[in-house]
């Protein structure tokens, strides 16, 4: 059967929302929406060159999808990302193999040196990421708490001195802080890219206005006044919660703060009726995966992070 590779038309609500459903059937432990698809592609920063591509039989039925673009926010440059999907009652048709080829070509056009892809700990996965030249690297868990049947830890009665817990859209009309927090997270969040948030604009357009942040289930902890930890919550908008970032800035860190803005996080959405809970952690990041055992989260799936050195031939070519 042909399969034929084209971008995603953004202004096309059904291709939008078979993109979605893709994504939804080869990774069901992620949140995705069609808003989330659509701001993806349109919100990207024009540093990134991100694309979208679509995997299309001749008959327009869409079978795989992939996300491609250049890491800007690396500390080293000429590095590019790539994940491709395609849908599991779809395989075989070669569209996987499709989508990577686009990929690649379109990261190397665009000067990357190295394409780094998220691949899923399963044997056909490994097998597809190593006969095109993929070698691994890092791994993370991915983990699923049920909100319907988890008996959350309780909520402290009181506070320690001097610790206030806000939501996120306290800080509407000045967002800065949570900004500082972020960016001195992420410099210490482990990872084979890495990444250096220093551009507050870019994080306005591109973090703060996401479509899939919640800004009310999202927790922020406050010492004598100061940001110093949040808990930040994506939504599809329906019943699944993600958690997708928690971190403290390092003077505050040892004190349970970021433990305590996630529990209050989780409470508020299983109050909101949300019955689905995901998060993920580097599988060497003990610290937060132990964190996210006392909420009862189980690991649902692992990937590794794998890459390639782009101008290179696939073993299999």
Same mark, same amino acid.
């Given at each position: ?9 953004? &202004? ?34 024009? *540093?990134?060159?991100?694309?979208? /591509?679509? *995997? ?27 994940? *491709? ?7 075989? /048709? ?16 665009? &000067?990357?040196?190295? *394409? ?67 960016? !001195? ?10 990444? !250096? ?15 899939? /942040?919640?800004?009310?289930? +999202?927790?922020?902890? /406050? ?11 994506? +939504? ?5 919660? &993600?958690?997708?970032?928690? &971190? ?11 433990? #305590? ?13 949300? +019955? ?9 990041? !003990?610290?937060? #995966? ?9 690991? $649902?799936?692992? !990937?590794?992070? $794998? ?11």
């Amino acid at each position: 059967m042909t399969v034929l590779i084209r971008d995603l038309r953004p &202004g096309d609500p059904r291709d939008v929302e078979s993109v979605v459903r893709v994504r939804r059937a080869a990774l069901p432990f992620l949140i995705t929406s069609v808003r989330d698809v659509a701001f993806e592609l349109t919100g990207a920063h024009p *540093a990134r060159h991100h694309r979208v /591509l679509v *995997a299309e039989t001749a008959d327009g039925e869409v079978v795989g999808t992939a996300q491609v673009g250049i890491a800007h926010d690396s500390p080293r440059p000429g590095q590019g990302y790539l994940n *491709a999907y395609v849908h599991p009652a779809r395989r075989g /048709l070669g569209a996987g193999r499709l989508l990577l080829r686009a990929a690649e070509e379109h990261l190397a056009a665009r &000067g990357a040196t190295d *394409a780094y892809a998220w691949v899923l700990d399963e044997a056909a996965h490994r097998a597809f990421a190593e006969r095109h030249g993929y070698r691994p690297g890092r791994s993370a868990h991915l983990l699923r708490l049920d909100l319907t049947a988890a008996a959350l830890p309780a909520l402290p009665e009181v506070l320690p001195p001097g610790v206030e817990l806000r939501p996120a859209a306290a800080f509407a009309a000045d967002p800065r802080p949570l900004f500082a927090v972020d960016a !001195e997270s992420t410099t210490d969040e482990p990872g084979d890219l890495g990444a !250096e948030l220093d551009d507050y604009e870019d994080w306005l357009a591109h973090v703060w206005h996401h479509p899939t /942040l919640d800004k009310e289930l +999202t927790t922020v902890a /406050l010492v004598d006044g100061q940001a110093v930890a949040f808990s930040a919550a994506r +939504t599809d908008g329906a019943t699944r919660y &993600g958690s997708a970032m928690t &971190g403290t800035l390092r003077a505050f860190r040892g004190r349970g703060l970021a433990k #305590l803005a996630k529990n209050t996080s989780l409470h508020r959405a299983r109050a909101a009726g949300f +019955t689905e809970a995901f998060t993920g952690n580097d599988s060497g990041n !003990e610290p937060m #995966l132990a964190i996210n055992r006392w909420f009862g989260y189980e690991i $649902c799936a692992t !990937e590794t992070h $794998c890459t390639r050195e782009l101008g290179t031939r696939w073993p299999s070519s």
